[in-house]
């Protein structure tokens, strides 16, 4: 089945610190990837997404590319901000399912610190 | 423009007693997602729904969960008996198309605690 693994955190940084924040996937077929982000106390939003291979998604300063040969959709910035603090959640899309039934990592928590 | 409504956002119920969560959906959304957030995990799918009908419910357990999204009204996601094991955040998402290229929005979510 699909499965998406990313690293465990808690991360914490100091503002304007480059951020990296790993994730892999195995799935069937040619999914579509998506990063989500969490503030505490509030629903998942959508903070970039991906639909295939070598795509780069980027929103907010925030980036991540679609790479098919190491099943890998790292997400990255390059100075962050405490308003960042938050979960991270990389997530993939079925295609092959013909609708959308997203499976989730188990999140990585950042936090910024001034 | 409202985006996806959930009610109630918290919700306490006791052992033995049923717990119902609504979702209103971005309007015009006919695609509905009910999810589940154990504490410290990810979240894990549970049902799809169209309006009138369930897609698919293999992430729901059998017993106890059911989930509507009628013609008219909010989705619902009811759970009769609750257990401790039940305590968890309950997000719904919805979309406009089902395609894998749409975008899933996601409401507040609302916390079960199961005393």
């Known amino acids: 089945g699909n499965s998406v693994t990313q690293m465990e955190g808690p991360v914490t940084l100091s503002e304007e610190a480059f951020l990296t924040i790993n994730c892999t996937y195995t799935?069937?077929?040619?999914?579509?990837l998506f990063w989500y982000v969490q503030y505490p106390g509030e629903g998942l939003q959508l903070l970039l997404k991906?639909?295939?291979?070598?795509d780069k998604g980027s929103n907010k300063g925030f980036e991540a590319t679609y790479r098919k040969e190491t099943t890998s959709f790292h997400l990255e910035k390059g100075s962050v901000q405490v308003s960042d603090s938050a979960v991270y959640f990389c997530a993939l899309s079925d295609k092959a399912m013909g609708y959308q039934k997203v499976t989730f990592g188990t999140g990585t928590k950042l936090q910024v610190i001034p | 423009n409202a985006g996806v409504m959930q009610n109630p956002r918290h919700l306490v119920r006791r052992r033995g007693q049923e717990a119902r969560l609504r979702c209103s959906p971005v309007?015009?959304?006919?695609?509905v997602y009910w999810y589940r957030q154990l504490p410290e995990e990810g979240l894990k799918f549970m049902v799809y729904?169209?309006?009138?009908?369930?897609?698919?419910e293999s992430g729901m357990p059998k017993e106890r969960f059911s989930a509507e999204f009628p013609k008219e009204g909010p989705s619902i996601l009811r759970i009769q008996q609750v257990v401790r094991g039940d305590s968890a955040a309950y997000f719904c998402?919805?979309?406009?198309?089902?395609?894998?290229?749409?975008?899933?929005?996601f409401g507040p979510g609302t916390r079960l605690t199961v005393l």
């Open positions: 309007k015009g959304h006919s695609h």
């Open positions: 729904l169209q309006k009138e009908n369930i897609i698919d």
């Open positions: 991906a639909t295939k291979a070598d």
């Open positions: 998402a919805s979309s406009l198309k089902k395609d894998g290229q749409d975008t899933q929005y």
């Open positions: 799935a069937t077929g040619y999914p579509s």
